[in-house]
Structure formats: structure tokens, C-alpha cells
């Protein structure tokens, strides 16, 4: 079986731009989450979808959202990019939400 | 590769031996916890959780251990080898009885001698 698949795997951005990042969860998996990684502030959950809809959101401002199609598949956007933005952005999936989460390679962003 | 944490803690284990990596938690309401490891340039990759209806868990060459009196996770490996090299984190689920929305710890990183 496939697992979490992501892309782009790295990006360059400027400042002031926005950029929408993707993600296939497993197949079957129905619950997309995803985490912003950084050397200073660790993993941070930014929000969590599943059927389409959004049911946990993490303390980050409203630049960053997300979707989830009815594929399951999810895009976060990430709108005036601050150089603070960059990071490595993981997606995760599971098949519910009462079920472990498993990561994929995740997008490297670098806000220049 | 990926760099997760400049000044994380590091333990390093002779290979062969045992290693135990330990988290505290925050969340005395938490009901989920996680253990994941990290190898450079990789996502997490998922070790093994625990419900807090439980106090212990075993899977292949790994056993945690939650004290939830305390608020204390630990990831017990026999028999450490060389792949087990890696950033381990430990995170916990809130307490509506879901794997979501996990708290990340800072993570460990363990080193593997020959």
C-alpha cells in the first residue's frame, strides 16, 4: 500500500507571496492532518480534516488554511509568506480520527 | 538532511543494548500518546501508541510505558541496532478520545555505537 504522498518536496518562496502545498493521504484514510516542523518551535499541528471538513485547528493565524477534497486528498495555502513561514510542512493521515496517523516526507518551504 | 532540533537531548547506546527514552507530558487529560521516530530528510514514522486505559504496550523489539500518575512516557528498545539511529518524539492526543491533534514533544535524538 502507498503511503502519504506530498508535493511538492521543496519549494522557494519570496516574501509577500503565497503557495499551496498538497497531499494524498493512504488509501482509505479519511483524516488529513497536517504540522509545521521547525528547529525552534518542534512539530505544531495546524489543522485537521476529515470528510471534508475541518475539525481541529491549530493556534496559527489565518494565513494558513486548508481543504480536503472528497478524495480525501488536502491542500494548505499559505497566503503573504513571512520569512518565519519556512519550515518542513507534514501531512499525515489516518484511516479515522480514533486511529494512529502516518506521515509523509513532507514539503521543505523556504521563504527568502 | 532535515534538521529537527539544534540542541536536542541525545542518548547514546552501544549497539546491542537497551535504550530507554523517556518524555514528560503536559496534559493530565490526555488519553492518546504516540511514539514516532525521525530519520533525517524522512516524515515521522509511527513506532507504536498507548491509550491511558493502559499502562503498558509491547510491540516488535519496542515496549512503552505510561505512568499517568506522574505524566510520564517512556519507549524501552531491545537490542538496539544501527537503523534505530534517529530522532524519536513522543506525542500525546487531547482528551476527547482521539489520535488528532497531537502535542509533539522536543524529541530525543538517539545515537547508535558499534
Known amino acids: 500500500k502507498a503511503g502519504v504522498t506530498q508535493t511538492p518536496r521543496y519549494l522557494i518562496k519570496t516574501r509577500g507571496q503565497q503557495v499551496t502545498l498538497s497531499c494524498s493521504p493512504i488509501?482509505?484514510?479519511?483524516?488529513v492532518s497536517w504540522y509545521q516542523q521547525t528547529p525552534g518551535q518542534g512539530l505544531q499541528f495546524l489543522f485537521e480534516y476529515f470528510s471534508e471538513t475541518q475539525r481541529n485547528k491549530g493556534n496559527f493565524p489565518g494565513r494558513f488554511s486548508g481543504r480536503q477534497f472528497s478524495n480525501s486528498r488536502s491542500e494548505m495555502n499559505v497566503s503573504t509568506l513571512e520569512l518565519g513561514d519556512s519550515a518542513l510542512y507534514l501531512c499525515?493521515?489516518?484511516?479515522?480520527?480514533?486511529?494512529?496517523?502516518?506521515f509523509g516526507p513532507g514539503t521543505r518551504l523556504t521563504v527568502t | 538532511g532535515e534538521s529537527v532540533g539544534l540542541h536536542l537531548p541525545t542518548l547514546s547506546v552501544q549497539e546491542g543494548d537497551n535504550s530507554i527514552i523517556n518524555c514528560a507530558y503536559s496534559?493530565?487529560?490526555?488519553?492518546?500518546f504516540i511514539w514516532y521516530k525521525q530519520e533525517s530528510g524522512k516524515g515521522p514514522q509511527f513506532i507504536i501508541d498507548?491509550?491511558?486505559?493502559?499502562d503498558k504496550r509491547q510491540g516488535q523489539r519496542v515496549t512503552v510505558l505510561l505512568n499517568k500518575t506522574v505524566k510520564h512516557l517512556s519507549l524501552q528498545i531491545a537490542a538496539t541496532q544501527p537503523g534505530d539511529s534517529a530522532v524519536y518524539f513522543c506525542?500525546?492526543?487531547?482528551?476527547?478520545?482521539?489520535?488528532?491533534?497531537?502535542?509533539f514533544g522536543t524529541g530525543t535524538r538517539l545515537q547508535v555505537t558499534l
Open positions: 498507548i491509550r491511558s486505559n493502559m
Open positions: 488509501s482509505g484514510h479519511r483524516s
Open positions: 499525515a493521515s489516518s484511516f479515522s480520527i480514533l486511529y494512529e496517523q502516518y
Open positions: 496534559n493530565s487529560a490526555s488519553d492518546y
Open positions: 506525542a500525546e492526543g487531547g482528551n476527547t478520545g482521539t489520535a488528532s491533534k497531537l502535542t
